[in-house]
């Protein structure tokens, strides 16, 4: 641009404006487009942001439960609050039998030491068990943090037992080594700190202990760590309003660095859960059965009576294989992701049974996972003829797939649900590839004939999947 004849300090001055003009430039509004969405601190506003689109097509997690209650690992991670609120005679005789007189639960803090645990190694199991993502406990309701947290000096694993960032190694562990996303539990409240008990006797019209404890570590977590999925719990029978979740929540999405990432959950105080939130859990051990209106996540265990790792669980305590593929694909075809529990030991060692449920896992998605992964519900979530049956689908592709939870020995499967369409429907047994044979039933359905296969020759062993093209 060139600029006529005037005098120099006037052509000057324009030479400045037109300086400031150009620097300006690039952050105006560029026509016809749109400023992202900014969301109120109210629940009406915060639940019309969308879920980000990578958690529903993820379908399957790992939760780990890890931190002091992981010492004594005797009946549950609520150990101390059966030990010393409850007085629960088992837990009282445990300690009486094994712990000199005077010893606080505090004391476990020194024992849990995490000595042999190695975030790599941990990365390379649950990559392994085809999880797409993990959600660690940060803090249970012991109020023992996993990372270096300056709002529970001497009660973190920096300043006490691992002396480590927990936190931070799994983190980078598994953002180097894996394709999972990484999440972080936060309890709310905690039993026993004398800030939350405060509160609790004024019926939490003080605000003591939010303001000074958790709403400080919850900003730090996500500045700090960048968490994918912020699992939230432990609400003490506080209201919402008392732990400014809405506020917290508000900037989690306008202004966080995860703002266009982070799912959240709906524990985020008394009457928000399965009410709102970015998806619903409801309950522990979730498992409706049927298809929700909302994302919705089933969270449950492997032992099925400890979120923690218990030294005196029995075999039969945990769930076998073929009982875990079947809560998969029930979640699954009813439009939820599923959470499937471990608990480590106290030195940070995976337990083998662990271990072996997560590969065996994994070793059953890389063949049906087809049916698993991005997939939607269909319009029947199972079949109503055959028991066992699940659907699930992926209509960009005209597939439907049924999967089947017990091989019949006939070789013949009736699918109800489906109608097939001679010519255009092809039916093929993933893991398997050959084209199989199928025929119409009265007055509805399908009979599929499937391959006889010798044990050996089986794609997996807990649960089979049929690819279903064209049908209606």
Known sequence: MQLPEVPGLVRMRLELLLLLLLQLLPLLPRCGATSPPRYDPTWESLDRRPLPSWFDQAKFGIFIHWGVFSVPSFGSEWFWWYWQKEKRPKFVDFMNNNYPPGFKYEDFGVLFTAKYFNANQWADILQASGAKYVVLTSKHHEGFTLWGS????????????????????????????????????????????????????????????????ALPELYDLVNKYQPDILWSDGDGGAPYGYWNSTGFLAWLYNE?????????????????????????????????????????????????????????????????????????????????????????????????????????MGTWLKVNGE???????????????????????????????????????????????????????????????????????????????????????MPCKWGWTLALTNVS
Not at 198 to 204: H, K, P
Not at 293 to 310: A, L, V
Not at 320 to 341: D, S, W
Not at 419 to 443: I, N, Y
Request: hydrophobic share 35%.
């Open 256 to 360: 966080s660095p995860v703002r266009n990432t982070v799912v959240t959950n709906d524990r985020w105080g008394a009457g928000s859960i399965c009410k709102y939130g970015g998806y619903y859990t409801c309950s522990d051990r979730y498992n409706p059965g049927h298809l929700l209106p909302h994302k919705w996540e089933n969270c449950m265990t492997i032992d099925q009576f400890s979120w923690g790792y218990r030294r005196e669980a029995g075999i039969h305590d945990y769930l076998t294989i073929e009982e875990l593929v079947k809560q998969l694909v029930e979640t699954v075809a009813c439009g939820g992701n599923l959470l499937m529990n471990i608990g480590p030991t106290l030195d940070g060692i995976i337990p083998v049974i662990f271990e072996e449920r997560l590969r065996q």
């Open 150 to 213: 300056d709002h529970s000096w001497n009660w973190n694993a920096v300043d006490e037992g691992p002396k480590r960032d927990i936190v931070k190694e799994l983190e980078v562990a598994i953002r180097k080594n894996t394709d999972l996303r990484f999440g972080l539990y936060y309890s709310l409240f905690e039993w026993f700190h004398p800030l939350f008990l405060e509160d609790e006797s004024s019926s939490f019209q003080t605000r003591q202990f939010p303001i000074s404890k």
């Open 371 to 457: 049916a698993i992964y991005e997939t939607h519900p269909w319009k029947s979530q199972n079949d109503t003829a055959t028991p066992g049956v699940w659907y699930t689908s992926k209509p960009e592709k005209k597939i439907v797939y049924a999967i089947f939870l017990k091989w019949p020995v006939s070789r013949k499967l009736f699918l109800e649900q489906p109608v097939g369409s001679l010519g255009e429907t092809e039916v093929t047994l993933l893991g398997h590839g050959m084209r199989l044979t199928w025929t119409s039933s009265k007055p509805n359905g399908i009979i599929v004939t499937l391959p006889q296969l010798s044990f050996h020759q």
